[in-house]
């Protein structure tokens, strides 16, 4: 298995479940998994079918994508073909007849396809090894892409009972999971559900203020990073688009108002490379394959997280990093609202209506922002800081809501924590209603204690610590508020609460740019990049179907100028290397002659990640350390005087320079010591600080190697 991973694919490792899945697919076992967008569910049959004896039949829904997929797999060697209606006769009877000749390992088909009585009866004259069905929520009538087609496999297995069937999907709730495993009748299949978490992407909240400047900042930031731009009508769709040509940017529209071919047209440049960005209804995106979309921006708020974990799924599937962006207004509520008050059934508005709420939670509230979609997955995040999102690396504006917070929680435990929302937010307002009155409650003691601000602020505040966990809704049709462990913390002063800034900021603040995959050398990337294109031209497929924007970063970084080093280069298999190896090792060597002394670093295991760093955590303390210092005082002085570690203060520094404050360097660390260390970190391509304090035997300390680190990164920025 791993020599074929490596020799087929090119690739060092296997991802997450695909051995497992892979070694039951060799003993014939069933499997049915549920993998997120980008776990790399095709390797998981298209290995299996380069080593099972006979062809692996795959069932996909989408005909747009099969070319694609078929010459992804001849181009890494694998004998694939597909069946589908765009054939003419003689090209079916060309794959009909590899077919027969056993000729073919992979052969992709329609599902209508297996309506064909006599194509069913041709197909067991073949030896097959293995039935992968693809997107298999299909099948599902309660699934949201319900497929008729697909019931065309129902009982697949008892028509072939000898060959095993891995059925493969993105997304499938446990109900639904249950009915593709009865209507494909998989025998006590293997079953793998895969966590929705996708750590390539950074998540971030920003507030929509003119949504096409901010916009075209980012892309200026971002340089030709291809990317998806949703909105959700045609006209902003058009609007957006125009406004971004003018300003310089390869963008096109795509909406459901544009003529067929426009459309057709305009998806194909983007997934060709062609065009970098394409703005978009959500009409735009089922069928795109694109696996390197390196950003995904909603310029609106969607109506609901399924929707939005499907759009910003599309980015980033290549496994690099990729941003994911939702602007927010609270205008946006009332627009959407507006369409959710058209809909006739009740029940079915306040379905609507929760998700939307849900939606705008997860815009507003000081919870990791990954947590809150898994949870809506029913999935539960361990990590108390994801590392990845605007909130855990401190991209955000926050406020302290710790005295509103009490001021709520007192309400709630001065009525022995028995009644629901509106009461207490009643209480707090100092409403005068004939429940208040009849219930002695003007006498509490929270009484009107919160008068001065809105009820709106109030609901928000009991939002905000429902979302954190402080509080929770307990029964049935008339929910109470209780407090939980940490909302007594809170209570009774242990914790404080910090909530997101809600009002418009004027002063604009200084914020990172999000992440970036790791770095590479931009001029080359800038070359081998047109040489795929040209490849890509040549053999009418997508650029990615010849090496990935991650291959293509390697090489970037690793300088292969041989046949032995490109190999080692990660997407680069046997029969890539033979058809492109030496183009591309050309173009390599060329540029490494004009550009001489060029440093090549090794070719390590591990690639280099760049963890961002909480940018603001201007807490007092840390303040007290910036005032002392600022007087002129040394590390150890500090520590002395404020009676606390060295390690301590010198953890203060490290977050004072990242914060962007005006630290000496100098004054901490020798300039000498401290471009040793800077080289020292680039040699090691790691940021982590243990290799390097381990591999100078200690003489560099921790403190110090963070110091520098702090410096490095801040000067990136
Ligand atoms: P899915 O169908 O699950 O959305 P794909 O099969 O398209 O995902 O795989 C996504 C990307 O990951 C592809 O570019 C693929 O080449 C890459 N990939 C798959 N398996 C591996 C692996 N073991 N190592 C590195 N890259 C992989
Ligand atoms: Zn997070």
Avoid at 364 to 370: L, N
Wanted: a positive charge; aromatic letters at 8%; glycine letters at 6%.
């Amino acid at each position: 298995m791993h020599d074929t991973l490596k020799r087929v694919f090119g690739f060092q490792s296997f991802r997450p479940n695909q051995k497992v899945i892979i070694n039951h697919i060799l003993k014939k076992r069933d499997v049915f998994a549920v993998m997120s967008t980008g776990g790399g569910k095709s390797l998981c049959y298209q290995l299996p079918a380069k080593i099972m004896e006979g062809t692996t039949v795959v069932i996909s829904p989408l005909i747009s994508l099969m070319k694609d997929q078929v010459d992804a797999a001849l181009g890494n060697g694998i004998a694939a073909a597909f069946l589908n209606s765009s054939l003419s006769s003689e090209e079916m009877s060309a794959v009909n007849h590899k077919l027969h000749n056993h000729a073919l390992e992979l052969l992709y088909i329609a599902p209508e396809r297996f309506a064909m009585p006599n194509f069913l009866e041709s197909l067991r004259s073949v030896p097959l090894s293995l039935f992968a069905v693809d997107e298999a929520h299909c099948i599902s009538e309660w699934g949201h892409d319900f497929r008729p087609d697909y019931l065309n496999l129902s009982n697949l297995t008892r028509a072939f009972p000898n060959i095993p069937v891995a059925a493969f999907t993105a997304t499938a709730t446990p109900n639904v999971q249950d009915d593709i495993i009865n209507k494909i009748g998989l025998r006590t299949p293997y079953i793998v559900r895969a966590s929705f978490n996708r750590p390539n992407l950074f998540y971030q909240v920003k507030r929509k203020k003119e949504v096409g400047s901010q916009i075209l900042e980012f892309l200026r930031e971002h340089g030709n990073e291809p990317g998806i731009i949703y909105r959700t009508t045609r006209d902003s769709v058009a609007k957006l688009a125009e406004f971004l040509v003018s300003n310089g940017i390869s963008a096109l529209p795509y909406h459901a108002g544009l003529e067929g071919e426009v459309r057709r047209a305009n998806q194909e440049a983007f997934s060709k490379d062609k065009v970098n960005v394409i703005v978009a209804t959500i009409a735009f995106g089922m069928g795109i394959d694109k696996s390197n979309v390196r950003f995904v921006i909603h310029a609106d708020l969607p109506k609901n997280i399924e929707g939005y974990y499907q759009e910003t799924g599309r980015a980033g599937r290549d496994g690099e990093l990729a941003n994911c962006i939702l602007f927010f207004a609270v205008q946006d509520i009332s627009k959407i609202r507006y369409f959710i008050d058209q809909v006739q059934d009740g029940v079915e508005r306040s379905i609507v209506m929760h998700k939307l709420n849900q939606m705008v939670a997860y815009a507003s509230h000081y919870v990791c922002r990954r947590r809150q979609l898994l949870g809506y997955f029913g999935e539960s995040y361990p990590e108390e800081n994801c590392g990845a999102c605007d909130v855990c690396v401190g991209m955000v504006e926050k406020v302290d809501a710790t005295v509103d917070a009490q001021i709520v929680m007192s309400a709630m435990a001065r009525t022995d924590q028995r009644f629901g929302i509106n009461h207490i937010i009643d209480i707090v307002t100092g409403a005068n209603t004939s429940r208040i009155r009849e219930l002695n409650h003007d006498e509490v003691k929270t009484y009107g204690a919160g008068r001065h601000k809105e009820k709106d602020h109030w609901r928000f505040i009991v939002d905000e610590l429902l979302a954190q966990e402080a509080i929770v809704q307990d029964g049935g049709q008339y929910p109470v508020l209780k407090l939980t462990k940490k909302g007594s913390n809170i209570l009774y002063g242990r914790e404080a609460v910090t909530a997101l800034k809600r009002e418009e900021v004027k002063k604009r603040t200084k914020l990172p740019k999000g992440i970036h995959y790791e770095s590479f050398d931009e001029a080359l990337f800038e070359r081998l990049r047109l040489l795929r294109i040209k490849f890509a031209e040549e053999q009418q497929v997508p650029p990615y179907i010849i090496f990935s924007d991650m291959t293509l970063h390697e090489m970037c970084v690793y300088y292969p100028a041989t046949l032995t080093d490109m190999k080692k280069i990660s997407g680069v298999g046997d029969v890539k290397l033979q058809r492109y190896g030496a183009d591309f090792i050309s173009v390599i060597r060329r540029y490494l002659n004009e550009n001489p002394g060029i440093s090549i670093p090794d070719k390590q295991p591990s690639p280099v990640t760049v963890n961002e760093i909480p940018l603001k955590r201007t807490g007092n303390t840390i303040e007290k350390t910036y005032k002392l210092f600022k007087q002129g005082l040394s590390v150890k002085e500090i520590a002395e005087i404020r009676n606390l570690a060295i390690s301590t203060i010198s953890g203060h520094m490290e977050t004072l320079i990242r914060g962007g404050r005006d630290v000496e360097i100098d004054r901490l660390i020798d300039p000498a010591r401290r471009e040793s260390i800077e080289k020292l970190f680039r040699k090691l391509k790691t940021w982590n600080t243990a290799p390097l304090v381990d591999g100078t035997n200690g003489k560099v300390s921790y403190e110090e190697a963070k110091l520098v680190r702090a410096y490095i990164l801040r000067k990136a920025r």
